[in-house]
């Protein structure tokens, strides 16, 4: 706790502040987490793999410069 008012002092902000934004980027990071293993599932489930990817991308920007 010592550390945080420290910190808070420093940056001029509530400890309060600094309690929320840890919270915030803790839930990002986990939404950002379940949302890599749900692709990563997904492309296991259709056979894909870090390899198929350049050409997936290439694939993607033909199909959008020709309007598709």
Do not use: F, K, T
């Amino acid at each position: 706790m010592i550390q945080l008012e420290s910190l808070a002092r420093q940056q001029g902000r509530p400890a309060a502040d600094l309690i929320a934004d840890a919270v915030r980027s803790y839930l990002d990071d986990r939404r950002w987490e379940n949302l890599l293993g749900a692709a990563s599932q997904r492309a296991q489930a259709m056979g894909l793999s870090e390899d198929d990817v350049p050409a997936l991308i290439a694939e993607s920007r033909a199909e959008q410069a020709s309007g598709h």
